[in-house]
């Protein structure tokens, strides 16, 4: 017999968080996850710890409207990441 909560588990573990810039070479991002109960968004680096293993971490958080909409939405992301990024340096 399968319940409810199995099948929202299943769901929830096939979200995937939301990404920008969508670039796997990237050494920054800001990232959504769909699955947490408030609206955040992450700005995160990438890091090295000393055995050279890569992981993300965040370094400034900001919070949105649940109404948003997905156009609003991603332009938040943009604008987010663009005003955090550790490669704004670079470009000037």
Request: net charge negative.
């Amino acid at each position: 017999m399968i319940t409810g909560k199995c099948i929202l588990v299943e769901i929830m573990s096939n979200i995937q968080p939301w990404l920008y810039p969508n670039n796997p070479f990237s050494v920054d991002r800001v990232v959504y996850t769909p699955t947490l109960s408030a609206h955040i968004l992450e700005y995160q680096e990438e890091m090295i710890d000393a055995e050279g293993n890569v992981y993300w971490k965040t370094v400034d958080s900001t919070t949105f409207g649940g109404s948003t909409s997905v156009k609003e939405f991603l332009e938040q992301m943009k604008d987010f990441y663009e005003s955090k990024s550790c490669r704004k340096d670079r470009m000037l």
